[in-house]
């Protein structure tokens, strides 16, 4: 299994090209960092602010844990300049923590990062630097090792801010010789830019000196430097020399109120631009609309019959060469592009100047529109595309967020209500998977408290229907029952029977999660009986998984396994998301059958599909799935390292109710581990986070379970001062505590009998019981008479009928060394060393319920 470690090692990006010089700006940024906590590099539009910030980063990482270096783990670059949201979403986004149910996501992402050794890197801050500076002054806050480097403009204006305004590249003096002027950084960045337009330039006695005056003119602006450069294929350096001082001549005629460096960088992104034919100045300038582009994206919507679609590349490749687009990766199998942010600003203005900024826009929002609409046709039915096809579609979609948000900005600015609740629609493909609910919710919510007569009756039941499935996840019940009936009604009114089934199966879900099964049965059915009649493949799938969830909470374990594998059978060659949510469905089933190997295998098959798609707190549900398998049947190191891995995971992610329930399995550990005082500990700190984010344990909790055992061990005065001492931790000092690994090793189990009148610690009906797999998803548990499992009665009534181990596999259909297994762990649990005796106690025990 891939580590959480695996998982948050930081997102920094590889080098497009070379780094020229910066080595003492680096030396003295780096001393800063292990000085002040919050350092922004402010300055004009391309003065190498973001590259600055990135290698800086970089270098702080490789050098952490030498001896002057700074203690980090890890570092994370967040990208604001396409951003138009609260700053705290960016961030949580691209860190990985997900929103808590009634907890600003703010909080949530500084509890997350308390106890993290973590470089953030917030990048291009001026458009929303208030926005900035509130989320800033919270994580210094409530993060002690918390270090921030920000790029802006203007500086943040926090406390403890140190801003260090980023120099121009070191320039040589006038008269230099070409020795000396060689060892400059402006001269050597424009050398080696321009070794990588024209292999085989070099510096010579004769070009050195215009090479000098050209980056004394740019005021040794790296952008600058770099699209002067770019020319040298079809320019001699002494062309590029004259051509941008005549350039310069016109601007001192010109308005002078702009900074000096500003107006170099805006002369010289203007000498560019009008040194670019006519249709390549019109494909820069359309080129604005995108966050980020493949190819087909280009072609699409930038041609016309000024640029045919069979001129883009050509033209793309022009524009690449001149340094004025940007290589940017590859997504699902296509190469990316993007424009510096100084481009694209200035390509924005063009576009205007144009008149072609609604048109670009709309053509825009069509083509976004109609990949969203076309991709979740494709995605959710049987059969073809395969899945490596389906998790590229899925991908691609989270390389165009920027774009899905142009295109709805697009939509809500030109009053298109229809268009943007029809991207709503299509977009919970890609929102509900990446744990995006809240935005989903926000853009939902703006578009149908639009005027209703401007949508269609359908586009606006499937909009409803969409935000009640988001309410489920997000628990808005309220919003669930007007949204999903409102949308049912729309719905059958028009005749859309393929968004029934939708609306009848979360009304379903929403009534068994309200307890009442008896309603959320007949709603299940009739959605399976809809959803089949609709030939809506998807719906069927999770149908019959929301009957397998009702067959498990009545403890019908064999319709749960049915109706199971069915939905399976369905989802098997569609979404896997789907199939992965079936396969943890399974999984409870099987270990609370007493299936170990056959659970484990469940909960790693779906873990695998959630890491595909990056689903962190449904990797660490599945990982705590294994983890509690592993508890209940003994195998305590497996146990141990996949909690482990849990509880990182849903610490990383801030999901605190999640880190609770880790908290009260590493409490079981410890009692299986014969360590009372630590396990009293743990349950009190797993009691106490419940109780703070409104879940307290119940009656006949795990952590009831834990706390009985150790005052069985230790005494109630004693386990009543450890549990109270848990309960005085915080969440990062107790998940601390909880992965310590010696501590968790440390317990041995005694080798003398309790005393008189003692229950032992090691009683295994009691300790089975806080193990047992019959604990609902919120870790509660139903007692019984029984220290067994369903599964394991099941077998034990097997035994008194006296049936062999290979009659029990053959009638229960499983291996007969699952079924020697089983035996093997009722005779351990009871305490018993014949089978007789195991028939003799069925008489006179109820089973567990």
Not at 809 to 837: C, M, W, Y
């Amino acid at each position: 299994m891939q580590s959480a470690t695996a998982l948050l090692s930081g997102n920094l990006p590889a080098e497009p090209n070379s780094f020229i010089g910066r080595e003492r700006d680096l030396a003295e940024l780096a001393r800063l960092l292990g000085e002040v906590r919050v350092l922004t590099l402010s300055g004009p539009g391309g003065i190498g602010k973001t590259r600055l910030a990135v290698r800086l980063a970089r270098d702080v990482i490789d050098q952490a844990g030498a001896q002057d270096g700074l203690d980090l783990d890890e570092a994370w670059l967040v990208e604001l300049a396409d951003w138009h949201g609260a700053t705290a979403d960016r961030v949580a986004a691209t860190i990985g923590v997900r929103e808590e149910q009634g907890v600003p996501l703010a909080h949530t992402l500084a509890e997350a990062l308390r106890s993290r050794r973590l470089l953030l890197v917030l990048d291009t801050c001026e458009h929303q630097v208030s926005d900035c500076a509130t989320l800033v002054q919270l994580l210094l806050a409530r993060c002690p090792w918390l270090r921030i480097i920000a790029t802006s403009r203007e500086p943040l204006r926090v406390r403890g801010e140190t801003v260090w305004r980023v120099p121009p590249l070191d320039l040589p003096p006038e008269g230099a010789r070409t020795t000396d002027v060689t060892a400059h950084e402006a001269v050597r960045l424009f050398a080696a830019r321009a070794a990588g337009a024209r292999p085989g330039f070099i510096l010579t006695e004769e070009n050195a000196a215009p090479v000098a005056r050209l980056c004394r003119t740019l005021d040794g602006i790296p952008l600058g430097i770099e699209l002067s450069a770019a020319r040298v294929r079809a320019l001699s350096v002494e062309q590029i020399a004259d051509r941008l001082r005549d350039r310069f001549q016109l601007l001192d005629s010109g308005d002078r109120t702009a900074p000096p460096r500003q107006q170099t960088l805006r002369a010289t992104v203007d000498w560019s631009y009008e040194l670019l034919d006519g249709p390549e100045q019109t494909l820069l300038r359309r080129l604005a609309v995108f966050s980020g582009w493949n190819l087909d994206m280009a072609e699409q919507v930038c041609s016309d019959d000024i640029i045919p679609a069979d001129a883009v590349l050509g033209l793309l490749i022009s524009l690449i060469d001149k340094s004025l687009v940007v290589l940017d990766g590859e997504a699902a199998g296509d190469a990316r592009y993007r424009l510096l942010d100084t481009i694209r600003e200035y390509a924005v203005e063009r576009l205007a100047a144009a008149g072609e900024q609604d048109a670009l826009a709309i053509r825009h929002r069509d083509y976004v529109l109609a990949l969203v609409e076309q991709t979740t046709e494709r995605m959710f039915r049987r059969g073809e595309p395969p899945w490596p096809i389906r998790r590229a579609i899925f991908r691609r979609g989270l390389a165009e967020y920027g774009n899905f948000r142009l295109a709805l900005t697009t939509s809500l600015a030109h009053g298109h209500t229809d268009e943007g609740l029809r991207l709503c629609a299509g977009l919970r493909y890609i929102w509900v998977p990446h744990g995006d609910q809240r935005e989903a919710a926000s853009w939902f919510d703006r578009f149908l408290a639009q005027e209703a007569a401007q949508v269609s009756p359908r586009v606006r039941g499937r909009a409803l229907v969409g935000r009640a499935d988001i309410a489920f996840d997000l628990q808005e019940y309220d919003v669930l029952l007007r949204s999903a009936q409102q949308g049912l009604e729309l719905s059958r009114a028009c005749g859309d029977d393929f968004t029934v089934p939708t609306a009848l199966r979360t009304l379903g879900q929403a009534a068994l999660r309200a307890g009442r099964v008896g309603d959320a049965t007949a709603l299940i059915d009739e959605a399976l009986a809809a959803a089949e009649a609709a030939d809506n493949d998807w719906e069927t799938g999770l149908a019959l998984a929301a009957r397998a969830a009702i067959a498990v909470r009545q403890a019908k374990l064999k319709a749960a396994q049915r109706s199971y594998e069915a939905a399976l059978e369905v989802l098997s060659d569609n979404v896997r998301w789907g199939v992965a949510q079936v396969q943890y469905g399974l999984g409870t089933v099987a270990r609370a059958r007493g299936d170990a190997d056959m659970a484990v295998q469940h909960f790693e098959d779906a873990a695998e599909i959630f890491r595909e798609l990056d689903a962190r707190p449904e990797i660490a549900r599945c990982l705590a799935g294994v983890g509690w398998t592993a508890l209940s049947c003994g195998d305590l190191d497996l146990a141990e390292n996949t909690l482990a891995e849990a509880l990182r995971l849903n610490q990383a992610a801030g999901q605190r109710l999640g880190i609770a329930r880790g908290l009260e399995a590493f409490a079981t550990l410890a009692a299986a581990r014969q360590q009372p005082e630590r396990a009293a500990r743990l349950a009190g700190a797993a009691c106490q986070l419940r109780e703070s984010l409104g879940h307290p344990a119940g009656l006949g909790s795990r952590v009831e379970e834990v706390l009985e055992l150790a005052r069985a061990r230790l005494g109630a005065a004693a386990a009543a001062a450890l549990f109270a001492a848990g309960r005085e931790m915080t969440a990062d000092q107790a998940v601390a505590y909880a992965l310590a690994p010696q501590a968790r090793r440390s317990g041995q189990a005694p080798t003398t009998p309790s005393g008189p009148g003692e229950p032992a610690w090691t009683d295994p009906a009691l300790l089975a019981a806080v193990v047992s797999p019959r604990h609902a998803a919120d870790g509660q548990l139903t007692r019984g008479a029984s220290p067994l499992t369903p599964r394991e009665y099941e077998i034990v009534l097997l035994i008194a009928r006296g049936l062999s181990n290979k009659e029990i596999a053959d009638e229960l259909v499983i291996s007969p060394a699952t079924a020697a297994r089983h035996v093997a762990n009722i005779l351990s649990k009871l305490g018993f060393s014949s089978r007789t005796q195991v028939a003799s106690w069925a008489v006179r025990h109820e089973p567990p319920r």
